[in-house]
């Protein structure tokens, strides 16, 4: 089974500065046939589900601020949040979709400092 | 407008049954995947299983197998996710979601239920 790792727990930024989350599989999540790395990033806001942001590792989904970023190949990934806003305030998860168990990330916290 | 609806909250007893379920609407059922994910108090996200309610093919991760059983009702529009016997420890937050592309389980998951939060107590 594929283990997501996050990095780190939780993070405190000031509004406007820029967020950077880690996302690290134990085994590669990029299919060779077409190239594409088999990870999703989502949001979740306290008391709701979770929002997909990013999928194939950087493509963001439908009305997601281009504030968000997706980026890294292979096993290294990055949530990049360019300019934290008060709306930001959540808990972010990667999760990888190469394989089952589709497993999730721990989360990684934001929070303003 | 695609929704997927889950069941109300429940309170039980360790060593009972329950159902819990997710009805969908606003797409074609038996063409997308649903999947079950498990959130315990102040913890993270855990893919429990996913099943095909077109043929009923349905995964479960290591952790849930043979603790769970995931299954359909195609008539209703339905998933459903069962125990048959409650620990403490299935305390948590169930919330069935839908992956983003037909007929796959790839692109992650776009709709989610509300969720069913299940409290197992003496």
């Known amino acids: 089974d594929i283990v997501m790792t996050q990095s780190p727990d939780s993070l405190a930024v000031s509004l406007g500065e820029r967020a950077t989350i880690n996302c690290k599989s134990s085994?590669?999540?990029?299919?060779?046939?077409?190239?594409?790395?088999?990870l999703a990033w989502y949001q979740q806001k306290p008391g709701q589900p979770p929002k997909l942001l990013i999928y194939?590792?950087?493509t963001r989904e439908s009305g997601v601020p281009d504030r968000f970023t997706g980026s890294g190949s292979g096993t290294d990934f990055t949530l990049t949040i360019s300019s934290l806003q008060a709306e930001d305030v959540a808990v972010y998860y990667c999760?990888?979709?190469?394989?089952?168990?589709?497993?999730f990330g721990g989360g990684t916290k934001v929070e303003i400092k | 407008e695609v929704q997927l609806v889950q069941s109300g909250a429940e309170v039980k007893k360790p060593g009972e049954s329950l159902k819990i379920s997710c009805t969908v609407s606003?797409?074609?059922?038996?063409?997308?995947?649903i999947a079950w994910v498990r959130q315990m108090p102040g913890k993270g996200l855990e893919w429990m299983g996913i099943?095909?309610?077109?043929?009923?093919?349905?995964r479960y991760s290591p952790s849930f197998q043979g603790q769970v059983t995931i299954s359909v009702d195609k008539s209703l529009n339905t998933a459903y996710l069962q125990w048959g016997s409650l620990k403490a420890s299935d305390t948590a937050m169930y919330y069935c979601?839908?992956?983003?592309?037909?007929?796959?389980?790839?692109?992650?998951?776009?709709?989610w239920g509300q969720g069913t939060l299940v409290t197992v107590s003496s």
């Open positions: 194939w590792a950087s």
């Open positions: 999760q990888q979709y190469y394989s089952t168990p589709q497993a």
């Open positions: 606003g797409y074609s059922f038996t063409s997308y995947w």
């Open positions: 099943i095909y309610p077109g043929d009923s093919d349905t």
């Open positions: 085994q590669s999540v990029l299919y060779s046939s077409n190239n594409q790395n088999y």
């Open positions: 979601a839908r992956p983003r592309r037909v007929g796959t389980t790839v692109e992650g998951l776009d709709y």
